[in-house]
């Protein structure tokens, strides 16, 4: 209850503080695949501008996306070692990340979604598309995309260079550099970032006189390395690459199991590639993509007997995009994708699948109606053809823009969920386990909301949205028993239970976001600005079943985030506050709190124009918290360092 007085109390105090010069509809959001105004869309959009994300404590993109109202990162650990990214109650499978409009969910497992082979410098902003769009990019876009604009790609990106190096406590060492220039027909981009630490020193816990848990560090060193670059041929062809590399080498204890025996350590390397060719003349516009994602990854599940799992999964995209206008108030789009995932495992076996999609929309724009309306069909090997409708529409007012949207998803389950451990024999009872028959998840949105500016500087969202899902996939305990009729699955254990991947019927997901953003100049050299958000979220389903994700999300979640600018000053405060169902595992002595408050900042001072000093301060209050059950978060943690650039 004290949560939510505070978060009652923070709206009605929010207009008694600042004022927000809101420019976000200055913005052509690419993320809506037509570019438009964000008042246009009919759609629940966030954006956060690199420069927001420099005044943040924040060394990953999931500690800047855990910031955005709608979005929660279910972390393992600090500093982006890993997060399951979820949005509007969904499962973290089915939130769409983009590079540069280009998908790379990873094939083999949603977890892996939040690497991200990004580094900070080079990102010019995020577009957080809250709900449904598969009727623009195919399957997993249920909760919602996410798209991370470079700046090589963004086109309207200036000439910056920035490098920043951290020390902090547990022999943390973080840093970064990265530089983009503009010169007419060429576009260079590149960064490093670094971030190591020996993590912070759990102590043994002493389960029962037979059982005695080893303490152990939660260590990481993960590393990104990017280039892109784009060079205009001629007057109306743009030929662009990218590449990048990220490598993570992290403690990985408890991460996936609560088993007294998990001494798990994990190895991930995925490198990303990305082509384009876009033709841009004055009656229409045409890019053609070309991605390739690689990932390996070796997980040591314990030193203490052989438990090594190795994988290797390949993701090959290509699209094909046409944009024509047709008059002042109406523009199509189409296109077509093929792709193809590939995966080569010890305990999932190999496989691949074949995808083919294509898609048509329109945008019309009369007065202050916009309507836009998408189809798109999707032939997948997992779940042979499907539709996907939408439809889009907004009223624009001077102070008032009114908004609403309707459509459907899908996703297919990914190679965890289909094969995990169906190659190994004499399973032990408690794991996972695949599911080869899985049918594909099919869900339909609709979401209508108001955005009022009160006041030129002060924007309030509030948007109500449901989603209707059927077949959702999730891991149910079952036993040996019922799992025996099931094809191509591994060896069992006699009358053992396990979590067996199953499709669950008739889940009802529905809510309530609420949005302020305001800022303020103060004089000549300083401003404000403040972002505040509220999301209510309750999941039911008519089976009753208790699954292990379904049900994982948040029921009250609140982002708020702060940043005071000066000449010489800076101080960015972001917080958390987090309501769930609480859980315990005895057998790890580990317990899941029902709500816990998370409080970071950072202050910087620039000692000149070009370079200064900055202090992070992590989890301010010292709060013991967990995300994951039995993955524990870190304590109070400090870093300061120095930042330089022009």
Not at 160 to 175: D, F, P, R
Not at 450 to 467: H, Q
């Amino acid at each position: 209850m004290r949560g939510i007085i505070t978060i009652l109390t923070c709206f009605v105090c929010v207009h008694l503080v600042a004022q927000v010069q809101f420019s976000a509809d200055t913005i052509t959001l690419q993320t809506t695949q037509i570019p438009q105004k964000l008042s246009e869309t009919g759609r629940s959009i966030s954006i956060i501008t690199s420069e927001e994300i420099a005044s943040l404590s924040a060394t990953s993109i999931d500690e800047v996306l855990q910031t955005v109202v709608g979005v929660e990162i279910q972390s393992r650990g600090g500093f982006g070692v890993q997060g399951d990214i979820q949005m509007r109650g969904s499962t973290f499978t089915q939130v769409l990340i983009l590079i540069d409009g280009m998908k790379m969910n990873d094939p083999l497992t949603g977890h892996f979604n939040s690497y991200i082979p990004v580094t900070m410098s080079e990102i010019e902003r995020i577009e957080v598309l809250r709900g449904a769009a598969s009727a623009m990019y195919g399957a997993d876009a249920v909760g919602g995309v996410i798209n991370i604009i470079t700046k090589t790609f963004a086109q309207s990106a200036s000439d910056a260079t920035h490098a920043e190096i951290n020390y902090g406590e547990h022999n943390l060492v973080a840093g970064q550099i990265g530089a983009f220039r503009n010169r007419g027909k060429l576009r260079l981009s590149g960064g490093i970032q670094v971030t190591q630490s020996d993590g912070e020193f759990i102590n043994e816990v002493v389960i029962d006189t037979n059982t005695t848990l080893e303490a152990y560090y939660n260590f990481f060193d993960i590393n990104t390395v990017g280039a892109s670059a784009s060079y205009g041929l001629m007057d109306q062809v743009r030929l662009s690459v990218q590449t990048s590399f990220d490598h993570r080498d992290v403690g990985a204890r408890y991460w996936y199991t609560a088993s007294a025996f998990d001494k798990s350590v994990e190895t991930i390397a995925n490198w990303w590639n990305r082509v384009q060719v876009a033709i841009v003349s004055d009656k229409s516009s045409t890019d053609i993509n070309l991605a390739h994602k690689q990932n390996t990854d070796e997980f040591v599940f314990s030193p203490d007997f052989p438990s090594t799992n190795n994988h290797v999964s390949q993701y090959t995209n290509l699209t094909v995009n046409h944009l024509r206008p047709i008059s002042d108030h109406l523009t199509l789009k189409g296109g077509i994708q093929v792709d193809r995932r590939a995966i080569e495992s010890n305990d999932r076996g190999d496989h691949n699948d074949m995808h083919y999609g294509g898609y048509a929309m329109g945008a019309y724009q009369q007065n202050q109606w916009n309507v836009i309306a998408s189809l798109r069909g999707d032939y997948d090997d997992n779940y042979q053809f499907e539709f996907s409708p939408s439809v889009n529409v907004s009223y624009v007012m001077p102070q008032l823009v009114l908004r609403g949207s309707v459509g459907k998803s899908i996703r297919a389950a990914d190679y965890t969920e289909r094969f995990v451990s169906n190659n190994l024999t004499n399973l032990s009872p408690g794991r996972n386990l695949g599911n080869p028959d899985l049918l594909a998840e099919r869900s339909w949105s609709q979401e209508i909301g108001v955005d009022y500016t009160p006041i030129e500087p002060w924007r309030l969202s509030v948007t109500g949205f449901s989603r209707q899902s059927s077949n959702l996939i999730d891991f149910v305990s079952a036993n040996e028993g019922e799992i025996g009729s099931v094809s191509e699955i591994g060896s069992l254990q006699a009358g053992a239970d396990y979590f067996f991947a199953q499709n669950i019927f008739d889940v009802v997901t529905s809510g309530v976001e609420v949005e302020s953003n305001y800022t303020r100049t103060l004089g000549d050299n300083m401003t404000f600005s403040w972002t505040l958000g509220y999301t209510l979220m309750n999941t039911t389903n008519e089976e009753d079943i208790i699954s292990v994700y379904i049900s994982s999300h948040a029921k009250h979640l609140v982002a708020n985030r702060v940043v005071l600018r000066g000449k010489n000053l800076s101080i960015g405060v972001n917080s958390l506050y987090k309501q769930r169902e609480a859980r315990v595992a005895s057998s790890i002595n580990s317990e899941l709190e029902e709500s816990y408050w998370l409080w970071n900042t950072r202050i910087g001072y620039d000692l000149t124009d070009g370079a200064g000093i900055h202090l992070d301060v992590r989890n301010v209050f010292d709060k013991a918290y967990q995300n994951i059950l039995g993955a524990q978060m870190p304590g109070r943690w400090l870093m300061g360092g120095v930042h330089w650039g022009f």
